[in-house]
C-alpha cells in the first residue's frame, strides 16, 4: 500500500509563500512522475503542477506560472511545491498525487487518471 502524505500548509496572508512537502512510502520514488492538484470549496479538483520522473520536465497551470515552482528529491523521496506571491484565489485544500502521466493535460481542464492521492493540506490566503 503506498502512502502519500503532504505537509506545510497553513494561513498565510497575500503576497506571502508557503512550500508544501509530500513524501510517498514507494520503493523506488523516482519511477513515479509526481503532481499536485487542489480544490477550492465548490469547485473542481485541478492540476497546479507536474514534474516527471527525473525531474526533467515539469507543468504548470497558467494562474501559477511565475509563481510556484515544483521540485523533487528522489533521494529523500519528496515532492515539494514552493508558492509565492500567494493570492486569495489560491486559497484550496492541497493534494499530492504520485504515479500520474506528467503532461500539459495534466494541467489541463480534463481529470486525468491518478494512482495515489494524499489526505490533502489546506492553503488558505487572507486578503
Known amino acids: 500500500q503506498v502512502q502519500v502524505v503532504e505537509s506545510g500548509g497553513g494561513l498565510v496572508q497575500a503576497g506571502g509563500s508557503l512550500r508544501l512537502s509530500c513524501t510517498a512510502s514507494?520503493?523506488?520514488?523516482?519511477?513515479?512522475?509526481m503532481g499536485w492538484f487542489r480544490q477550492a470549496p465548490g469547485k473542481e479538483r485541478e492540476g497546479v503542477s507536474c514534474i516527471r520522473r527525473s525531474g526533467g520536465s515539469t507543468y504548470y497551470r497558467d494562474s501559477v506560472k511565475g509563481r510556484f515552482t515544483i521540485s523533487r528529491d528522489n533521494a529523500k523521496n519528496t515532492l515539494y511545491l514552493q508558492m509565492n506571491s500567494l493570492k486569495p484565489v489560491d486559497t484550496a485544500m492541497y493534494y499530492c498525487?504520485?504515479?500520474?502521466?506528467?503532461?500539459?493535460?495534466?494541467?489541463?481542464?480534463?481529470?486525468?487518471?491518478?494512482?495515489?492521492w494524499g489526505q490533502g493540506t489546506q492553503v488558505t490566503v487572507s486578503s
Open positions: 498525487a504520485a504515479d500520474l502521466d506528467c503532461s500539459a493535460e495534466t494541467v489541463g481542464p480534463f481529470r486525468v487518471d491518478i494512482g495515489y
Open positions: 514507494v520503493l523506488t520514488f523516482d519511477d513515479y512522475d
